[in-house]
């Protein structure tokens, strides 16, 4: 569902620059340029979040910001410059964060917050910490940009919850706690997962200078003093999260065909061998199919390169809906991988069939040029635990499909 965003903005150029913003990031936004055209909207729609101008004509002290706060609307606060007065003014409601309007860096600064608030409810993080009313000040805080939050008192807790919700990426650690001190409980998170996997924040109130050596040498991302100042927490803690998003993109870039969306070959065969490897040391048969499109290159001749490319992209659309707790690739050019591991064989000929026929009839309705197109099969199965073997005894199988006369699966 679209989020929705209400402007309380009385200056209608930076309204609607604000607005323009909102909506790149793919919220609905709805401008008032009072607090009283706000108090309205809030009356008739809920809001996700909100950017308020701190200062109004028919709200000159702020009294807009504890409108949407009190409304339990998140709110990032806009203000035309920020003395020590209006900072401790904008400091007292619970906001997410606030921004003065001096230059254009400000507007680059709100995208960014409004993009971090639309995805932070995808976000779970873990709090450790022993002592009730820290974890309950630390946990508001997180409620606040709108994380995800799980709680343990202790390390051997956070061991648990971490195994049962593999979903937690960030981990924010106190280092004084019975039975396991943060520091332990980081080289114990480091062993069990990786770095790019999840990013460990330690808090503590000692005076040591070297807690925070310690933590970071323990396998740490970053270190916070208590007590520490909330705008600090939210930026080292956004910065964190946004790391890890930036691996995960880099990683799925690597690892996925750029038209297609599927694993690439790269993937496949890295996929491929360590389940190889896995079926191996069991003694279990693998099975694998190599699927190509018939006579590809008429389509291309025929209907251009661009409606080539889209009937890779709906073939490729399609593999899901045949294939579960498989690993499908698209090996390059229109040639496509099936891996069934423990699948079998009877089943997978039968999926693999099913495909077949479902793109010999279909095919037409999948792209938009209405092209027919259909399907050479060649399917493996037996006890071989080499990718490159499997492959090719696959390739033979769709060689001798082609030669019978294309669209059918050979076994
Ligand atoms: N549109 C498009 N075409 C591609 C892409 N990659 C490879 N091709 C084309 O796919 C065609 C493959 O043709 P061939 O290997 O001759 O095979 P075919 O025409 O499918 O014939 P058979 O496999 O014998 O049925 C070539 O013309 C390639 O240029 C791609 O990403 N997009």
């Not at 709110?75 to 007065?85: A, F, N, R």
């Not at 690892?255 to 069991?282: G, I, W």
């Not at 099975?287 to 290159?297: G, N, R, T, V």
């Amino acid at each position: 569902m679209t989020k929705r965003i209400l402007i309380i903005e009385d200056t209608p150029t930076i309204a609607r620059v604000q607005k323009h913003i909102a909506e790149k990031i793919g919220y609905q936004a709805d401008i008032a340029g009072s607090l009283a055209a706000a108090k309205h909207l809030i009356t008739s729609h809920t809001y996700f979040c909100a950017v308020v101008d701190f200062i109004l004509p028919d709200a000159p002290k702020g009294e807009a910001v504890g409108c949407t706060v009190n409304a339990d609307i998140a709110t990032i606060v806009m203000t035309g410059s920020i003395d020590e007065q209006t900072r401790s003014a904008v400091e007292k409601h619970a906001i997410v964060d606030y921004i003065t309007k001096e230059n254009k860096q400000a507007f680059h600064y709100l995208e960014k917050q409004l993009y971090r608030l639309s995805r932070n409810e995808h976000v779970d993080i873990l709090v450790v910490e022993d002592t009730l009313s820290t974890r309950q000040h630390i946990c508001h805080l997180l409620s606040r940009h709108k994380y995800q939050i799980k709680q343990a008192k202790g390390g051997s807790e956070a061991l648990q919850i971490l195994a049962a919700h593999p979903e937690i990426s960030v981990i924010i650690t106190d280092h004084e706690m019975p039975n396991m001190r943060g520091d332990e409980l980081c080289i114990e998170i480091r062993r069990l997962y990786n770095n790019d996997e999840k990013a460990i924040i330690g808090i503590s109130g000692s005076n040591s200078l070297h807690i925070s050596t310690r933590f970071l040498k323990s396998g740490a991302n970053d270190f916070l003093r208590k007590p520490f100042n909330s705008e600090e927490f939210y930026c080292r803690l956004s910065q964190n999260v946004d790391m890890l998003e930036h691996i995960k993109t880099i990683r799925l870039q690597a690892n996925s065909d750029y038209l297609t969306k599927l694993p690439n070959r790269r993937h496949f065969f890295e996929q491929a061998d360590k389940q190889l490897k896995k079926y191996h040391a069991a003694d279990t048969s693998v099975s694998l199919a190599m699927i190509d499109i018939d006579h590809f290159k008429a389509i291309n001749d025929n209907y251009g390169h661009d409606a080539g490319d889209d009937v890779l992209i709906s073939l490729s659309a399609c593999f899901s809906d045949y294939f579960t707790d498989t690993l499908i690739a698209r090996l390059g050019g229109e040639e496509f991988v099936v891996f069934f591991a423990d699948t079998p064989p009877t089943k997978a000929k039968q999926q693999l069939e099913m495909f077949r026929l479902h793109i010999a009839k279909q095919s037409p309705e999948l792209t938009k040029y209405a092209i027919p197109f259909t399907l050479s099969i060649g399917y493996q199965h037996g006890p071989i635990y080499d990718i490159d073997t499997l492959i090719h005894q696959a390739d033979v199988k769709l060689y001798q499909a082609k030669q019978a006369g294309r669209n059918r699966v050979i076994d």
